[in-house]
């Protein structure tokens, strides 16, 4: 499915309207929260997982307090 979706003025901001069908597709509504993450291909979207958000959090704070070993077994 490839979509065609234009940037609107929303505010000082900018946004884009998404179709009911994608809507649907990501099983969101209003008030839902999306994720962003970006790929080689470009950027994925999906419905942000409460549970995923924290393990990644933790998993950040791993790789931050043990960036030098992490470095070394990485060579």
């Not at 970006?38 to 791993?62: C, H, N, W, Y």
């Amino acid at each position: 499915m490839t979509t065609k979706l234009k940037i609107t003025c929303v505010g000082n901001s900018a946004g884009v309207i998404l179709p009911k069908e994608v809507l649907e597709k990501l099983r969101v509504g209003k008030g839902d929260t999306l994720f962003f993450t970006e790929t080689p291909m470009g950027f994925q979207v999906s419905p942000l997982d409460e549970k995923i958000q924290r393990q990644m959090a933790v998993a950040e704070q791993v790789m931050r307090d043990n960036r030098n070993l992490l470095h070394k077994l990485a060579q």
